[in-house]
């Protein structure tokens, strides 16, 4: 998937969706992350430096859950978005397991239903 068109279905996120990424994002911090998502964290946020894309994809997602009035623990969602977000953008510079970890979350609750 693209980036233009990862951030245009964030931007139609639903209110159940967002609360199953809101859900199943909790489980994983509650779990601990994974040595492969923590270093994929650390490379995507050096190559997004000036966090032009966190900007691109954090919009689109605050514009979904306003759209649908969703006002849970959206930060949690939030963060699976982003995190998601930028593995797809930095796709060529991560090893496939690194985009898989970061997009692990966005693929549970989305991609995959």
Do not use: C
Request: net charge neutral; charged share 30%.
């Amino acid at each position: 998937m693209a980036m233009k068109t990862f951030v245009r279905r964030v931007g139609k996120l639903s209110a159940d969706e967002i609360a199953r990424l809101v859900e199943l994002q909790l489980a994983a911090q509650r779990n601990g992350r994974a040595a492969l998502e923590k270093t994929a964290r650390v490379k995507v946020s050096r190559l997004d430096a000036e966090h032009d894309l966190v900007a691109e994809i954090d919009g689109a997602f605050l514009e979904s859950a306003r759209a649908v009035g969703y006002v849970g623990a959206r930060q949690a969602a939030q963060s699976a978005v982003r995190w998601a977000g930028l593995g797809e953008a930095y796709r060529e510079q991560l090893e496939p397991e690194e985009v898989e970890a970061l997009q692990a979350v966005w693929t549970a609750a989305i991609a995959k239903r």
